[in-house]
Each structure stands twice: as C-alpha cells, then as structure tokens.
C-alpha cells in the first residue's frame, strides 16, 4: 500500500479543552493528523463552528449536554432548511451567535428581533418562567413581515452573562388571515347596524340599495376584491340569481348558472355541494366560468 501524501492528511481540527491543559500525548497525535486550533470556552466554540472550517471537533473535556454549542448550531442548520431562525441572545449584550436565516436579515430587522427577545428575556427572568413568546413587525426587500419569537434559558457555564436561545418563526401569513378573518367579522356587525328609524322609512329598493353600498364598499376597503359577484339560490329555479356585483361585465353578471355539481362552474359546485372552493389561479381550473376579461 503506497503511503497517502502528507498534504492529503491535514486537516482543520478544532480541540475544545477544559480549564485543565490536554493531554500532550493527545496533542500530539492530533498534530500529525492536521493543523489544530484550540478553544475553552463556549463563546470561542460558538464562532469556531459558526466559521465552518473546521474538518474535526475533539472534546477533551466533560460535556454538559444542555450547553452544547456543537448541538446549537446543527440545530441551527436543521432549522434553517425548515425556514426558521435560531440564535443565541446574551441579556446584556444582544445575539452571540444566529443562524444563516436570521444572519441574512437586514440590520434593523435583526435589531427588532433582538430588542424583542431580550423583552422575553427580561420577564423570564423576573418571573422564572421555563419560556416566553412575543411577536415583532419588521422590513425586509420593502414587505412587512410578523415574527413569532419564543426565548428560552440556555445553560452555559463558562460564560458569566445570562444567555437564551431564541426561534424564530414567520407568521406574515398568519396574521394575513387573521386580519382577513377580523375584516370580514367587523363587515358583518356593520351590515346588521342599521338605524331602524331611517331604514323603516325607506322603500324596498331603497333599503336594498343601502345594503348593496355597504357590501360593495367592505368587500373593496376590507377583503380588498375588486372583482366579486353574490348570488342568490332560487330553490324554485335552481338558478344562482347575481343581486350584487362589482367591477363585473353584464355579460359576467348574467350568467345563468345552477346549482348543480358539473357544468356549472365554481359558483355551481359550491352552491350544490355546501364546500368551498378556493382556486389559486383560474386559468388552470376546467370548473371556472370566464367571468373576467
């Protein structure tokens, strides 16, 4: 067996010692293998993994499996294939460490998720809680973005600051939702608030034209649909009669559709079964009756 050239075998070792100095005969064996860089603390830990250079990891000292800033950052990298952020925040002196989805995060983004966490932090401590969860609003490429954080002790006992893991989770989706869902529950109570002394005076297609005004205006100051249709199911016809509609064509407005399963487009399905639809693109969906231009 031809020997393997000595330019082949070095490596990038990263030695993590106690206070106690290692074992020479260790050392020495690690040199021969590669070029070794020493650390004792968790803070010099922390950096020497975040480099990502680092080819081999020895412990020559008793671990403490709850502070382990090896386990932080593989977690950190599982994490962030799942699009979540994690980071290491001192007390006192902000994020020691984060990973790549919160290290890509403009400055005052990360500013706002620290502020954030170290608020969490703070009443942690004062109330001894095992963990605590808080939300901020920030900027990233011009979108306003909502974050969930959740902090947590982290023990680490060769540091003298208090430090706390903390996720992050993006929950602009969510709180979409949320407003929509506000939105349409405040458009409703606005819709049955009507001055009965005013409306009792009103002729039939007066009052129906007030319930119309209030309708089109939520349905474009509130859900934002600048294109939308309500029918009405006729159980005598079966026919789906439109009573209110914006920014839809006549030709639109009139379509004859019925309550049936098949060959009556969405609206027809919908009214037939009591499911609904929601369709990402209509040009894709063979159900959708062209309605817009």
Known sequence: MNAQPAAQLIRKILLVESSETADPA???????????STVRTNDQELKALASGEFDLIVHAARRDPEANPEAIVLTGRILTRLGRGLGLVSAENGFRWANEIVAALPEQARDAIQHEAQKLISQISKHGAMYAVGWCRITDNNQTRFLEITACPYTDPTSAADNFLTLIRDTTDDHLIQQRINAIEAAGQELVRLDPEAFGQMEVGERLEVLEDKIIRYCRDMLHFDHFVIRVLDPKTNHLDCVVGGGMSEK???LCIRAEESGQGISGRVAATGKAIIVGDVRNEPLYLPGLE
Do not use: H, I, Q
């Not at 260790?26 to 070794?36: C, K, T, Y």
């Open 252 to 254: 639109a407005r009139n």
């Open 26 to 36: 260790m050392l020495s064996a690690l040199d021969a293998l590669g070029d070794v």
